[in-house]
């Protein structure tokens, strides 16, 4: 074969593969943009099984496409949401009705790979600024604070789910030493979604600051009052509908403060809230009225008053 025929052939084999590459990404960057518009109805949905198995069948499918074009944010930010949201709606419900010890420590394993699998992938389009990469991975405290406030609103949903999966991550097992050492990072990264739009989700960046400023001790830091405080607007924002909210506030913030009387009445609201068909929030306040009568009965005990 002459030199030409060989060039002539390896130059059509090469553009093939463009060509194949290109209309794979633009496959990928379309179904992408149809996904993220239509996650909403997994949210929406008010059968709680049916919701779940089309998310654990979905999921997988999207790291298929995430591979195939892995520049595309979309199809991150939609893996963060599904690993986060479907270890809280469903993983987390089902340990908290487990019994069995193996199943608990099998469920809790689970759900801690799901976290660390959202926040990475959160991270994973945050890290694109490099000073962002750098202050994380060196765990720099004053240069994160610094680059924090270079997260722009474009991509308030990947930081979102980022603090979102991470502050459960953390939240799963707050007794590990590891996990109690990534909450100033945690900290600084909510307190710049909280900046950037608190009333996101329906006010769920201010519950996340809540939870963990009640979650952490006064000697380390922890600030209970502005907690509670964000908590409080973070009802007021979703005018008490996120019924989310009232459960991590009953969960987390109310032992916190001793304060039985207001544990009660917030699992009262939540047990006799309806949840309204085809909103953003029908699958979650489902979930959460599931939870609800498990929570009560774990923690009812902590108050001294």
């Not at 979650?215 to 209970?224: A, E, T, V």
Request: hydrophobic content about 45%.
């Amino acid at each position: 074969m002459s030199i030409t025929k060989v060039f002539n052939f390896t130059l059509s084999l090469f553009l093939v593969t463009v060509v194949s590459c290109s209309t794979t990404k633009l496959a990928v960057n379309m179904t992408s943009s149809v996904m993220k518009d239509g996650i909403v109805v997994f949210f929406e949905e008010s059968d709680y099984d049916l919701a779940r198995r089309g998310l654990e069948s979905n999921i997988k499918l999207l790291e298929v496409f995430s591979r195939a074009n892995p520049a595309n944010k979309n199809m991150r930010i939609l893996l963060a949401e599904a690993y986060g949201g479907y270890s809280y709606i469903f993983l987390d419900t089902d340990l908290l009705y487990e019994k069995d010890s193996k199943e608990i420590k099998r469920t809790t394993a689970r759900m801690t790979e799901f976290y660390a699998r959202g926040r990475n992938y959160g991270l994973s389009i945050l890290k694109e600024d490099e000073i962002f990469k750098k202050a994380i991975d060196k765990n720099d405290l004053e240069l994160l604070t610094s680059a924090a406030t270079r997260i722009s609103v474009a991509d308030k949903e990947a930081l979102f789910w980022t603090v979102f999966n991470w502050a459960l991550l953390v939240n799963l097992d707050r007794s590990n030493t590891d996990n109690i050492s990534e909450i100033p990072r945690l900290r600084i990264l909510i307190d710049r979604m909280v900046a950037l739009d608190e009333g996101y989700f329906h006010g769920a960046p201010l519950a996340l600051k809540g939870v963990l400023e009640c979650s952490i001790p006064k000697m380390l830091g922890g600030k209970i009052d502005m907690g509670v405080k964000s908590m409080e607007q973070a009802l007021k924002i979703a005018n008490r509908e996120m019924l989310l909210t009232q459960l991590l506030y009953a969960q987390y913030c109310t032992p916190a403060i001793q304060s039985g009387k207001l544990f009660h009445s917030l699992i009262d609201e939540i047990e006799k809230a309806n949840v309204s068909p085809m909103k953003d929030t029908t699958l979650i306040n489902n979930s959460v009225k599931r939870k609800a009568p498990m929570v009560q009965r774990s923690i009812k005990d902590m108050f001294l008053h």
